[in-house]
């Protein structure tokens, strides 16, 4: 099992940046497929990024893609979101998940989640 906590939300201008990390309070993670969803009030959760336990990515929603990247080290135990060209549209909570096998698309899939962080895009 893993214990995931997610740092490096906050609030910033449209255009900006922001990364997010996501690190393993207890376990390993290099086991695991991780992934980013974001939440918007009122609505279900949605997958912002995934990526294999081997590092490699899969494509991202239209909505993400070209401006946000996700990455891992498992040496260092970590995954990361590189948040680039910042919209309020991003304005969320987001998730670090993880779960067993392969990287997946979908929520019900992921085994373990962290405690969500705010990220807040003025305009």
Known sequence: QVQLVESGGGSV???????????????TL???AMAWFRQF???????VAAVSRNGLAMPYPF???G????SRDNVKNTAALQMNS??????????CAARLGAA?????EYQYWGQ????????
């Not at 996501?22 to 376990?27: D, H, L, N, P, R």
């Not at 401006?67 to 996700?70: G, K, Q």
């Not at 997946?104 to 019900?108: A, I, K, P, Q």
Request: charge should be positive; hydrophobic fraction near 25%.
């Open 13 to 27: 201008q449209t255009g900006g940046s922001l990364r997010l990390s996501c690190g393993a309070s207890t376990g």
């Open 86 to 95: 910042l919209k309020p549209e991003d304005t969320a909570v987001y998730y």
């Open 104 to 108: 997946s698309n979908y929520v019900s």
């Open 30 to 32: 290099g086991g695991y």
């Open 116 to 123: 969500g962080t705010q990220v807040t895009v003025t305009s």
């Open 41 to 47: 009030p009122g609505k279900e959760r949605e997958l």
């Open 63 to 65: 909505s993400v893609k």
């Open 67 to 70: 401006r946000f990247t996700i």
